[in-house]
Each structure stands twice: as structure tokens, then as C-alpha cells.
T-cell receptor
Framework: DSGVTQTPKHLITATGQRVTLRCSPR?????VYWYQQSLDQGLQFLIQ???????AKGNILERFSAQQFPDLHSELNLSSLELGDSALYFC????????????FGQGTRLTVV | AQKITQTQPGMFVQEKEAVTLDCTYD???????LFWYKQPSSGEMIFLIY??????QNATEGRYSLNFQKARKSANLVISASQLGDSAMYFCAMREENYGQNFVFGPGTRLSVLP
């Protein structure tokens, strides 16, 4: 168990809908990362938060947004969903400010039908 | 240009044998970290081993060791005494200090351990 909790584990929704993925980082970790893993794109970095503030942005679509709350949990909001958004979405957390590893949650498998 | 290259889409190894998974990286940042993660069929990403750019010695964690050749910009993962449970996807990743400490992942290598 990595200590990073993601909910839900599986999500099936229709095109055009909006969903929210939740992530609780490991205790003490201030940095949260979101990644999308699809068969054709591999692991793509979406966005990073550190202590509540956005720190880095990757290949995140405008239809997607995220935030990190004062208790350090994070949510990734995906709206106007398309079939191509079907993927495994990972959250990872790390202590940050140093060359430290990131620990991943088990992922949320999103299927858009 | 790809920051992380893993040239072996798939590898086979006999149980109890050693195997090397290749990883090359591209960075101009003097401070960076290199990581290997394992993703079994269940989907979770499991951290295996870490090597810092300033580390003089190759990292080792149990049966995993990282063959770090800085001048060649390579960070190959060596798994000794392979076990059936080692069958999985393996990802090499890099974290650069000057790029927000974000992790960049390679495309992965699928390792199959044969009985």
C-alpha cells in the first residue's frame, strides 16, 4: 500500500458528462501530481499542486481542471467527456523539494461510453 | 525530443536469470533524479529504485540495481534472479529540478518471466 488513496477505482459515464476524481496524498506529502495513462499516449503528466497551489502544468485539456484543498487532498474534474478521455488516471504524491520518489495511488479507471 | 527512451517494448527472461531493462534520458539540468516503476497487470504503479544525478554509486534495492552511466545518459534497471511475479510493465522516469520537479515517464518495457 503506497499510502495514496484514489476514489473511485472505476467509473463509467456517458459522453458529455462531468466527473470528479479524488486523491488523498500520503501523510506529510505536500505535492500532488495527476497523470493520465492511455494505451496510445502512455503516461502523460497533467498537473501538479504543491501545498494548495498549482506548480506545473502538462498536457491538460481545457475541459479538465484540478485543485488541491487546505487538507491537501486533490480533485481532478473532467467535463464534456469524450470517448478518448477513457484512461487510467493516476494521482501521485511526494514530499517535494528534493530528489524524492513519488508514490502512486491505485488509479481511477475511467470509461466513457 | 523524447526525454526518456526505452527501446525495448517487450523482453523475455527465464525464471532465476538476470535481466537488464534499458533506459536513456535527455536533460541539460545538472540536478535530476532517475526512477524506475513497476506496473503489474492490476494497474498500480510501484516505486522500485531511485538514482540521483550526483550519486557516485549505483543504487541498489534488494534484487533491483540501477546501472547509472551519467556520461552516456543511461539508467538501466537490472533485475537479478527473476521471479514469475516480476512479469509487468516497467517504466523509467526522470525528475528535473528546473522543471518543477515533475516526473516524465518513458514508454515502458513489458517484461515476461518464463517458468
Amino acid at each position: 500500500d503506497s499510502g495514496v488513496t484514489q476514489t473511485p477505482k472505476h467509473l463509467i459515464t456517458a459522453t458529455g458528462q462531468r466527473v470528479t476524481l479524488r486523491c488523498s496524498p500520503r501523510s506529510g506529502d505536500l505535492s500532488v501530481y495527476w497523470y493520465q495513462q492511455s494505451l496510445d499516449q502512455g503516461l502523460q503528466f497533467l498537473i501538479q499542486y504543491y501545498n494548495g497551489e498549482e506548480r506545473a502544468k502538462g498536457n491538460i485539456l481545457e475541459r479538465f481542471s484540478a485543485q488541491q484543498f487546505p487538507d491537501l487532498h486533490s480533485e481532478l474534474n473532467l467535463s464534456s467527456l469524450e470517448l478518448g478521455d477513457s484512461a487510467l488516471y493516476f494521482c501521485a504524491s511526494s514530499v517535494d523539494f528534493g530528489d524524492t520518489e513519488a508514490f502512486f495511488g491505485q488509479g481511477t479507471r475511467l470509461t466513457v461510453v | 525530443a523524447q526525454k526518456i527512451t526505452q527501446t525495448q517494448p517487450g523482453m523475455f527472461v527465464q525464471e532465476k536469470e538476470a535481466v537488464t531493462l534499458d533506459c536513456t534520458y535527455d536533460t541539460s539540468d545538472p540536478s535530476y533524479g532517475l526512477f524506475w516503476y513497476k506496473q503489474p497487470s492490476s494497474g498500480e504503479m510501484i516505486f522500485l529504485i531511485y538514482q540521483g544525478s550526483y550519486d557516485q554509486q549505483n543504487a541498489t534495492e534488494g534484487r533491483y540495481s540501477l546501472n547509472f552511466q551519467k556520461a552516456r545518459k543511461s539508467a538501466n534497471l537490472v533485475i537479478s534472479a527473476s521471479q514469475l511475479g516480476d512479469s509487468a510493465m516497467y517504466f523509467c522516469a526522470m525528475r528535473e529540478e528546473n522543471y518543477g520537479q515533475n516526473f516524465v515517464f518513458g514508454p515502458g518495457t513489458r517484461l515476461s518471466v518464463l517458468p
